[in-house]
């Protein structure tokens, strides 16, 4: 047998041994997106890829639909969680999630998906871009950056990326310009937790209004300021973090967690990641002309919020 046929037959058995924890998740859309099986009755997809959440069913390998329950899901990462309603079905396997920190540039990978006709549907390509840790546009911490050179077919986003060895490292999701984007396995995970545990993702809150402001130059080298831009406190609510630890509205936070701020988003960005709920961090303010150093002990965001 020639090293390609070998080549093609092992990528083959690699999807259908692994393409049973594919499902397509019915959510109101025109094109369903995929979803994987990722623990026993947990079922994960892509959170922007959905219209709502409720009446759904998922679609497994046999095309039968199987109703679903929303656990709860995080826009920041990209990542919905729902739950089987009947966790006893046969043809429904669990995915062998790997580890994504294994994967490196020039790796084959494959992309899985499942149409809402129970159709399985692969895309194979190499992993093209590996980095380390980010934060999406609203502030969720995704523990590795991965392109994947695959194309995202319509119902892909949601779906696995699955390595050489048949294990699942991650969900791809849809990144800028309809490019490969993939939500590492270890990412996922910390989500899945939480929701599990919770229901709904942890955000920080200090209880205050900020709204971006310029410093003036001399102020900038009077108090040896990196940076020219801060933000400026215009309310501070009653009883909150903020409000704790003394801040007062006109302080201009020039420092938060010993990083600089030069928006509101840098401040929101930290504090939607939830790893701060709890934490005293440092805080540096810009008050009368001089530079105030303290602490705040982080909340957690209410959920009328």
Known sequence: MSSLLALS???????????????????????????IHWRQG????????LQSYEDITVTIADGSNVPVTLVGHDSSTDVAVFQLQNTDISGVTVANIGDA????????????????????????????IVTGAWRS????????????????????????????????VGMNTTGRRGTALTIPASTVNR?????????????????????????P????????????NGVIVVNVEPNSAADNA?????????????????????????????????????????RGGALVEFTIVVGEKPLRE
């Open 246 to 286: 003394g801040v007062l509205i006109g302080d201009v936070l020039v420092t938060f967690d010993n990083a600089p701020v030069n928006g509101v988003g840098d401040v929101l960005m930290q504090l939607n990641s939830g790893e701060l709920v709890g934490k005293s961090v440092n805080v540096q303010v810009v």
């Open 42 to 49: 947990i079922i994960v997809t892509s959170d922007e890829s």
């Open 101 to 128: 920190t294994t994967l490196k540039v020039g790796h084959l990978v494959l992309g899985l998906a499942r149409s809402s006709e129970g159709d399985l549907r692969s895309a194979m390509g190499v992993v093209s």
């Open 191 to 215: 989500v899945v937790d939480q929701l599990l545990a919770k229901g709904r993702i942890t955000r920080g809150y200090l209880g205050v209004g900020m709204q971006p402001v310029r410093l």
């Open 137 to 168: 546009m609203s502030g969720g911490k995704i523990d590795q950056f991965i392109r994947p050179d695959i194309t995202l077919y319509r119902g892909f986003a949601g779906g696995s990326l699955v390595d050489a060895a048949g294990n699942v």
């Open 9 to 35: 037959n092992n990528l083959a058995e690699i999807v259908e041994q692994t393409g049973n924890a594919v499902v397509a998740v019915n959510a109101g859309k025109r094109v369903s997106p995929s979803g």
């Open 217 to 228: 130059k001399n102020l900038q080298t009077s108090l040896n300021l990196t940076s020219s």
